[in-house]
């Protein structure tokens, strides 16, 4: 047994109990989030934490029931901006754009996931607030005094400004899933289609979306995780105050990761406040996971062929 | 009924049906097909040969304007179908590819059901009836010899079938929407021999109707079904005529080297 | 017949008119921070730390927050890589192609990359309690290089499966260990790709404010130690933002603008290098 095969083996070995780390670290966070929440947990019941709108942490009422409609909401309102800008984007950059265009448009999709969640959030309060404010707000409040429109919050920091800054921060996501995704259908299914005399379009949408349908349904589940999660963003524009639930994409909304950015200082002053923004945390971890499961599991099936 | 009056189509017609002047392909700085004139006639089958990379696919993508999809690819001279010229800019280019009926290398069935992948092609140019499609499916699949093999399980996904299956499936699909000509590219080289035959004796029997050009690298095959061989050799157009004289009596070097299975020794086209 | 025509126009003109939407809006978001960051931007901002009064408009700069964003960010990265490093050629050297142990970790690294950071950075709080530790710059680089890791060993991952199998072959009927074959060969050959991973993640990381909140805290002071608060970029123009001052608002956007700038010079230079790496693979 020499050096080098003896070191081979304690490579091996250490590589591997790193793998294993890397497996067990998402179930490690899991414990530990799960393991601070227990003093809530053991106190409220879980319904109670999740539904109830009663937020009064100095009286011990700590429901998350606000804060998750909040966020649905938001991101509700990205997604319904996100999903039809980013597939049309997508297909026009993999099926109609030109070669150089499509070299162009990768980079620049790249660039933009890289940019700090931060900028985004700094664009969303010099451009987006006032545009909500002075434009979207007044005009379609006066037009259409009704759900989902009507509002008295005219400060444009609301959920539909938070729901923009966060569709264009989860539109490259988007995009480049379904771009690869729409890379991986083989080119002779569209010439298949096109030889008897399909138009590009009904290629795309007969043929085309059909095959990659679950991978599409993949890369929004996987923006939709993303959108969930944001923080720093949303805490930025979506306004963050204390609101039973939004009644309008004009109404200030206050999402959960928001919230547990904002109770930081506080949170160790009031008995069992730091268990209840842990917990927040718990929820938060367990959604998005499941959506990235979901979303990547379909991927790792789609790309390997089974569907 | 419906042969009936295509044969009568054509007798009116005075011109071959494809006719290819000039045409220069490129890919990028790449020439793919160089300078070829070409008439192709009609109700016979015309084999593409030549050593691979010579241009074959190209030529038979030229004409249903496939080599479009193709990234900076630059087309000069004219394809004239029916007396039009295709590469137009005013040439409805879905009319002309539902014309051209494709059977490619590896059979391409839809991600969709049996029926579906017939209907798909008739439903696109607006038949809506069920009836109408019902009929058009079945005697699509009865005429590729099909039927009696699917007729239980129209609704299942066309994925399942065999290989050979899925190329007479594209055939039937491919016919559904009743084209003038047939582009085959080396349709059988998938395919196991059994297959493989079935799809020749089928062209020996649509040549009636149609005009068929067939690329194929098996020079047994074009000897079995071709009526006219055209030998492409690096993108340029050595020698055309009817097979038995390109085959049998080639008139040029490179042609009996590249028949013999010699190297063809003069590289310059 | 006319119909199809019509939807097949209908759709390219919205096809076109969401990307011109999506890329008119991000080249706003750049022209925005360029617009309202460079007025405010000055060299004084960027060489002295926060003086007293600063939020209020007072004396200052930014350069606690940009020093501690680079020490965080070279700190979370040399970590991050430490680990992904080994992980990926494991992954793709010592294990099979279909072995399920690389699967299973491919797919929890997933996972991991969509955990948001916020969770990072309670989780990181809830290891900090458990241990006792305060809000540091140790404690905020641990947190921020989980963050970071799932992003650079994915994207190292993808580098790495570009590699030739051939190369790996070649290495091994030398006689070369795996090992070896790893380390001598393989990171050699991939080189440029692998540094272009680490770029991104680090460019990721500084970016980050989430995962830092609880765990770096913030400080006006220059880091000087590793127990000790420190500040980020990103939280530096979120407090600035938040301030009623005009003024502080505007040195908000000249922090944005230096975030920016550096995150995006620090991906151009990944992708120039990830390039270099391209030329050199045998196809």
Known sequence: MDVRKLRDSLARRSMFTLSVAVLSLSFLMALGLYQRSRPVLDRISLRELLFSTLWQPAQGHFGLGAFIAGTLWVTAIAMAIAIPLSLLTAIYLSEYAHRRTRDLAKPVVDLLAGISPVVYGVWGVVAVVPLVRDHLMPFFSARFPFFPFRSDNFTGYCALSGGIVLALMISPIIISVTDEVLRTVPQAIREASLSVGATRWQTVKHAVLRKARIGITAAVILGLSRAFGETMAVLMVCGCAMRVTPHSVFDAAYPLPALIANTYGEMMSIPLYDAAVLMAALVLFAVTTLFNMAGWGILLRFESGDM | MNVEYRMEEIQLEAFPHIQVQHLTVAYGGHVALDDISIDIPERCITAIIGPSGCGKTTLLKSFNRLIDLQDEVTVKGRILIDGEDIYDPRTDVSALRKKMGLLSQRPQVLPMSIYDNVAYGCRIHGIKSRRTLDKIVERELRSASLWEEVKDRLRSPAARLSIGQQQRLCLARGLAVEPEVILGDEPTSALDPLSAERIERKFLELKKDYAIVLVTHIIRQARRLADYVIFLYLGKLIEHGPADEVLNRPKHAKTRAYLSGHFIEDASP | ?283
Not at chain 3, 110 to 134: H, K, N, Q
Not at chain 3, 168 to 176: D, F, I, P, Y
Not at chain 3, 187 to 200: H, M, N
């Open chain 3, 1 to 283: 017949m006319a119909r199809r025509h019509v939807e097949e126009g209908v759709f390219k003109v919205l096809m076109a008119g969401a990307a011109l939407i999506l890329a008119a809006s991000l080249a706003l978001i750049l022209g925005t921070i360029l617009f309202k960051g460079l007025p405010a931007l000055n060299v004084a901002m960027l060489i002295s730390a926060p003086k007293g009064g600063y939020y209020l408009g007072k004396d200052g700069g930014i350069l606690n927050a940009i020093l501690g964003s680079l020490a965080i960010g070279f700190g979370s990265t040399a970590l991050a890589l430490a680990l992904s490093l080994p992980l990926v050629l494991y992954l793709n050297i010592y294990l099979k192609k279909r072995s399920r142990l690389a699967l299973a970790v491919r797919f929890f690294l997933d996972v991991l990359w969509g955990i948001p950071s916020i969770v990072y950075g309670a989780f990181g709080f809830t290891v900090m309690m458990a241990v006792g530790m305060r809000a540091s710059l140790l404690a905020g680089t641990l947190t921020l290089s989980l963050v970071i890791l799932p992003i650079m060993a994915r994207s190292m991952d993808e580098v790495l499966k570009m590699v030739p199998f051939g190369l790996k072959e070649t290495s091994a009927a030398m006689g070369a260990t795996r090992f070896e074959t790893a380390f001598k060969v393989v990171v050699k050959q991939a080189y440029p790709g692998l540094l272009a991973a680490v770029l991104t993640a680090f460019g990721r990381g500084i970016g980050d404010a989430a995962a830092v909140l609880f765990t770096a805290s913030y400080t006006d002071f220059l880091p000087y130690s590793l127990f000790k608060p420190v500040a980020t970029l990103p939280l530096a123009i979120f407090f600035q933002l938040a301030t009623p001052f005009p003024e502080v608002q505007e040195r908000g956007y000249a922090s944005a603008l230096v975030l920016t700038a550096l995150i995006l010079a620090i991906s151009l230079t990944a992708r120039w290098f990830g390039r270099r790496f391209t030329r050199h693979v045998i196809r």
